[in-house]
């Protein structure tokens, strides 16, 4: 079982839709998950951080975690084409800040 | 804002050549990070240094060095480039209190032909 998974995609929906991104993830003690956009050929940048179950918004992000069921989300409203990129679920693990990395969730939003 | 300096977006190595790639951060933060990113495996730790000359192996050390001379600089070191190392590399900084995310540098692209 991998650490982190996540649906390679490509995920495709229409501009002004919303996108469900999902991930799971193996070990218990993560308390902290990041959600980092990467464009094609460019460096990941963060996107959204959430440590308490439940929802956390922000603009047109939402995060949702439930660390019972180890699982983390992030939807996005009113889906644009600039959305499109692979997006990254990352659990802290371990100290000093240390992620684990998903392969990523490519999303394509179409005119 | 936080920036995190690579000091080159593209090289170009030959099998053989010792390489450092260099990064640095202006935000005074404790934790710097070394990843390659490779399609279809993500980002991968290679190393990570948590202050001035101290370091730990990440996840895929082998053929790999670091070096953490002063707090802002962090060098990744291929003492012996092959081509399995022809990858994207990227470097990120932290603080370890709390709840703080990695802050990314633009990557470096390098071949080792």
């Known amino acids: 079982q991998k650490e982190v998974e996540q649906n390679s995609g490509p995920l495709s929906v229409p501009e002004g839709a919303i996108a469900s991104l999902n991930c799971t993830y193996s070990d218990r003690g993560s308390q902290s998950f990041f959600w980092y956009r990467q464009y094609s050929g460019k460096s990941p940048e963060l996107i959204m951080s959430?440590?308490?179950?439940g929802d956390k918004e922000d603009g047109r992000f939402t995060a949702q975690l439930n660390k019972a069921s180890q699982y983390v989300s992030l939807l996005i409203r009113d889906s644009q084409p600039s959305d499109s990129a692979t997006y990254l679920c990352a659990p802290r693990r371990g100290g000093g800040n240390k992620l684990t990395f998903g392969t990523g969730t490519q999303l394509k939003v179409e005119l | 804002d936080v920036k995190v300096t690579q000091s080159s977006r593209y090289l170009v190595k030959r099998t053989g050549e010792k390489v450092f790639l260099e990064c640095v951060q202006d935000m005074d933060h404790e934790n710097m990070f070394w990843y390659r990113q490779d399609p279809g495996l993500g980002l991968r730790l290679i190393y990570f240094s948590y202050d001035v000359k101290m370091k730990e192996k990440g996840d895929i050390p082998e053929g790999y060095s670091v070096s953490r001379e002063k707090k802002e600089r962090f060098s990744l070191i291929l003492e012996s480039a092959s081509t399995n190392q022809t990858s994207m590399y990227l470097c990120a900084s932290t603080t370890p209190e709390g709840h703080q995310p990695q802050h990314f540098g633009d990557g470096t692209r390098l071949s080792i032909l």
């Open positions: 959430i440590y308490s179950n």
